[in-house]
């Protein structure tokens, strides 16, 4: 009986323990910082728009109020088209201006093209030294185009004009109000019945108090 040399062939067969190696080290982290952000230029999606079309550009930390503010000025100075664009975080925004235009002025014809965009970020060693990393990411990007005229039905992403009574839902003397509407600060709940379907079509086009 030998059973040094069995203790011996069994911590042979025991697997070598790989050394633990550090997490990699993460942007913003560590030292790097961001110095320059720049995206591609790229052609519209929307060839062939007359010239004086408002672009909107949304960004992430861009206002809504001061955004639609502007846009809504020039909207009610005769412009009749508009265009919002947005990428990566701000494309929730952009569509937000957008459906609030529309519920504004109503009657727009709506065209949405999404592709995608690459940004280039470059960021360098806090420290003073001489590192520096580039990054190129690809980001979706969503470019709506609302218009008063109207827009070629057949393209993709066209959307035509929502119908007062779209708002609403059935019909008769007694309407259901799918959302919120806001009279003089009184704020009337989402479901609540409200009679007298003519009155409602004429609030929605010229605000006045309910009934």
């Known amino acids: 009986m030998q059973p040094a040399l069995v203790n011996s062939d069994l911590n042979l067969l025991k ?4 050394p633990v190696l550090p997490p990699p080290p993460k942007l913003g982290q560590d030292g790097f910082r961001k110095v320059c952000r720049t995206e591609e230029d790229s052609p519209s999606p929307f060839p062939g728009l007359p010239p004086g079309v408002l672009e909107m550009r949304v ?10 503010g502007f ?4 909207i009610g100075a005769g412009l009749r088209q508009v265009v919002f ?4 975080r701000a494309v929730t925004k952009t569509i937000t201006c957008a459906e609030i235009m529309k519920r504004k002025v109503g009657r727009l014809h709506q065209l949405t093209k999404l592709r995608y965009k690459v940004i280039k970020e470059v960021w360098e060693s806090a420290e003073g030294g001489t590192s520096e990393m580039t990054l190129h990411r690809t980001v979706p990007s969503i ?20 119908a007062v009574s779209a708002l609403w839902e059935g019909t008769g003397p007694s309407v259901k109000c799918r959302g919120v509407i806001r ?7 989402m479901g609540e019945q409200i009679k007298h379907t003519d009155k ?7 605000p ?4």
């Open 71 to 74: 846009a809504m000025a020039r």
């Open 15 to 18: 697997p070598t323990p790989q």
């Open 85 to 88: 664009t947005g990428s990566g």
């Open 143 to 162: 470019s709506i185009l609302l218009s008063k005229d109207p827009l070629d039905p057949q393209e993709p992403g066209y959307q035509p004009p929502e």
């Open 200 to 206: 409602i079509i004429n609030l929605e086009l010229n």
């Open 59 to 68: 960004k992430e930390g861009s206002k809504i109020r001061n955004l639609m």
């Open 183 to 189: 009279d003089n600060g009184r704020r009337t709940r």
């Open 208 to 211: 006045m108090r309910l009934p």
